[in-house]
């Protein structure tokens, strides 16, 4: 009787630790998804970010070679070349500014507005950039499925802030982040839950 209770005592505390065991090894693994999709998070934001500033600042080179083959619409240097101003302009009166204007994140112009007064500043200047509001986003015509990043950043002119909300579509390409789709967000997307995702499987 007394080797029957030993060998069922022994038993059971097989039993306990390969519980324990198979526990902590759930935990292990649990944790080591959630870190990775916290880093996985962390980058495609400030991915994001330089996108953004490489944008407004008219990098057009560092542009192209962070947008998708297909976003670029063929290499880089054509990428660059159909985005660089190459017709004369007229030289610009003591009203306006010499500096680049600044541009969303799809690269159309934000309309500047004229500051004739010398004390004051002659054009819009950003504020900092800030990314957030990661989501996961299907595929919709020639865009592929990827991962929705919203980037926010104010405008300060002479008299007045405002504050511009883009969309990124961002795909991984060979391990690096890539910009396939940018929109910006609305009023009307931001009346819902997810303005990001609804300003880029709307735009």
């Not at 819009?124 to 299907?138: C, I, Q, S």
């Amino acid at each position: 009787m007394k080797r029957a209770v030993t060998a069922t005592t022994a038993a059971a505390v097989l039993l306990a630790i390969a519980g324990c065991s198979s526990d902590t090894e759930e935990k292990k693994e649990s944790g080591a998804a959630n870190k990775g999709g916290a880093t996985t998070q962390a980058s495609a934001e400030e991915f994001a970010r330089t996108y953004q500033e490489a944008v407004n600042d008219e990098n057009w080179q560092r542009v192209c070679q962070m947008r998708t083959e297909r976003y670029r619409y063929g290499t880089v240097q054509s990428c660059v070349d159909d985005n660089t101003e190459t017709t004369p302009t007229a030289a610009p009166s003591l009203s306006e500014t010499s500096d680049p204007p600044l541009r969303r994140a799809d690269g159309s112009v934000i309309p500047t507005r004229a500051a004739p007064s010398a004390s004051g500043p002659e054009r819009a200047a950003t504020g900092r950039f800030e990314a957030g509001d990661v989501v996961t986003v299907p595929a919709i015509g020639d865009h592929p499925a990827g991962t929705g990043v919203g980037v926010e950043y104010t405008v300060t002119w002479p008299d007045s802030t405002t504050t511009t909300k883009e969309a990124l579509r961002m795909v991984k390409q060979g391990g690096e982040w890539f910009v396939d789709q940018a929109e910006e967000i609305h009023a009307s997307d931001e009346a819902h839950g997810n303005p990001v995702r609804d300003a880029l499987m709307n735009g």
